[in-house]
């Protein structure tokens, strides 16, 4: 709808065909019905991408603040959540029928739902066959988005096509997705369910990592912090994780050993959970936290702040917020999106190889790619 909007407010005739009944599902969806639409901190190090640099331009020429302007010129209120996350007030809905309008004053048209059999290039352009007839375009715009939650209609459709203009794909992965252990791991943590606590995450010996919140599931572990990782995260890799993530920790707790009548675990609760306490210390937490003798309270703050755990998967696709991987972004024209060597073919939005973290870099990077191609549309309409 950004792309479309923009190229037809610069005059190009535009067509919209989705193959859903229900316009922007995954706006709806998003933010937990608010939709975090940008992060007011966006930079290129906050995408993971093969070619880390492909996104630069096109973030430089659609930036948070014109979207902001954008929505703020549509009466939609909004509030900064956490981190520089841009969240409504009201609904996302407002969000979708923003777009909407923006596409009616570019008098886009639409074809919805419409499903397309397959897409042919022809001397000028491309000829699509759809549930509703052949349709003849002279560029073709594709933004059906990545395969993360099929239930609300996400498809490879993209993947597809690219594969069929022989444009290479980088394997498509779940991100943004909880992570989970194989079930005999786990058991020893499967009733801390529900406890959530702040954490460090990296992969181990990996250079990124978040501080954020971590829940503990049934399964494995979810929560922001561990859906920031999972996209950095490959089969086979561990975790490291610093459940207490503070300074000094241990010679905190030995000086507050000395004389403490205290147990362990109601010592431990002061800084934790106690469900989580009590459950890492065991029995030993039931003793005295004086009788610890200094190594011992040493190495428990070793175990507490590098927990290597070693996950066995994640939740997949269906539970994944994006996919990461998709169309190879040497293949596309950074400033256009378009295909290179292939005139008036374009690939943008989550379908590329350009995956945001969370908290509105998916948004923002979907918002200023289709305006990228928009503008590129524009020009070849002038040229
Ligand atoms: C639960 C959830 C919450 C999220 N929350 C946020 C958030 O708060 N902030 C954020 O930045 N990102 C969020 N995301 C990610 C964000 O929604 C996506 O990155 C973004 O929507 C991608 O935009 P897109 O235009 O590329 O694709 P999409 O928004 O997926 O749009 C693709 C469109 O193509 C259509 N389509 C698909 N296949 C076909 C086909 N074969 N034929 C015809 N049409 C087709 C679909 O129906 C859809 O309308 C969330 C994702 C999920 C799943």
Known sequence: MMCAATAGLAGREVMLIDHASKLAEKIRISGGGRCNFTNVNVTPENFISANPKFCRTVLAGYTPQDFIKLVNSHGISWHEKHRGQLFCDDSSEQIIAMLKRECDRAN???????????????????????????????????????????????????????????????????A???????????????????????????????????????????????????????????????????????????????????????????????????????????????????????KAVRALIEQIQNWQVTPSGSAGLRKAEVMAGGIDTDALDQRTLGVKG???????????????????????WAWASGVACGRALSARARG
Not at 247 to 273: C, D, H, N, Y
Not at 342 to 361: K, P
């Open 176 to 294: 943004l997705v909880p992570l989970q252990f194989d079930p005999k791991v786990w058991q020893p943590f499967a009733n801390l369910a529900g406890v959530a606590i702040e954490a460090e995450i990296a992969v181990a010996n990996g250079r990124q990592r978040f501080v954020e919140d971590m829940l503990f599931t049934h399964r494995g572990l979810s929560g922001p912090g561990i859906l920031q990782i999972s996209s950095y995260w490959r089969a086979g890799q561990s975790l490291a994780i610093n459940l207490l993530p503070m300074r000094g920790l241990a010679e905190q707790l030995i000086a507050l050993k000395s004389g403490a009548k205290q147990q362990a675990v109601t010592v431990m609760a002061k800084f934790w959970p106690k469900r989580l306490a009590e459950q890492w210390l065991g029995e030993a937490g039931q003793r005295k936290f004086a009788e610890w003798s200094d």
């Open 108 to 174: 886009v048209r639409w074809r919805m739902p419409c499903s397309v059999q397959s897409v042919k290039q022809t001397a000028d352009g491309f000829e699509l066959d759809t549930s509703v007839g052949v349709l003849c375009c002279r560029d073709l715009v594709i933004a059906t988005g990545g395969t993360a939650v099929p239930q609300v209609g996400a498809t490879d459709f993209a993947l597809r096509i690219a594969q069929q203009f022989g444009v290479d794909v980088i394997d498509p992965r779940p």
């Open 342 to 364: 292939i005139r008036g073919l374009y690939f943008l939005g989550e379908a590329v190889d350009v995956t945001g973290w969370l908290g509105g870099y998916n948004f923002q």
